[in-house]
């Protein structure tokens, strides 16, 4: 059963970069062919991509958000991380990792729990 587990400050200063890590345990990053994630979800919205880390490392993001985010990885810890720089209160949400079986239109099979993001000073 692989595990997703987010971390990271819940709480960052606008025009700050949000920082978060995704660990991910009893299951590989760079196993074929696996894309990794990153998904949120702002207070009363529904889900919105943000982005994804495949197993050969490479990143495609959301083109409303690609300007401001970066996806990267750390094979030996097993971990991707996000970065969105120049945040607003309008990027305050539950911020969530995932593995999904294809780049697009694939289900999700294992989600992190989520860890909620606030943007204020």
């Known amino acids: 059963q692989v595990q997703l587990q987010e971390s990271g400050p819940g709480l960052v200063k606008p025009w700050q970069t949000l920082s978060l890590t995704c660990t991910v345990s009893?299951?590989?990053?760079?196993?074929?062919?696996?894309?990794w994630s990153w998904i949120r979800q702002p207070p009363g919205k529904g889900l919105e991509w943000i982005g994804y880390?495949?197993?050969?490392?490479?990143?495609y993001y959301s083109p409303s958000l690609k300007s401001r985010t970066s996806i990267s990885r750390d094979t030996s810890k097993n971990q991707f991380t996000l970065q969105l720089s120049s945040v607003t209160p309008e990027d305050t949400a539950v911020y969530y990792c995932a593995r999904a079986p294809g780049p697009t239109d694939y289900p999700y099979d294992y989600w992190g729990q989520g860890t909620q993001v606030t943007v204020s000073s």
């Open positions: 880390i495949a197993y050969s490392g490479s990143t």
């Open positions: 009893d299951g590989s990053i760079t196993t074929n062919y696996y894309f």
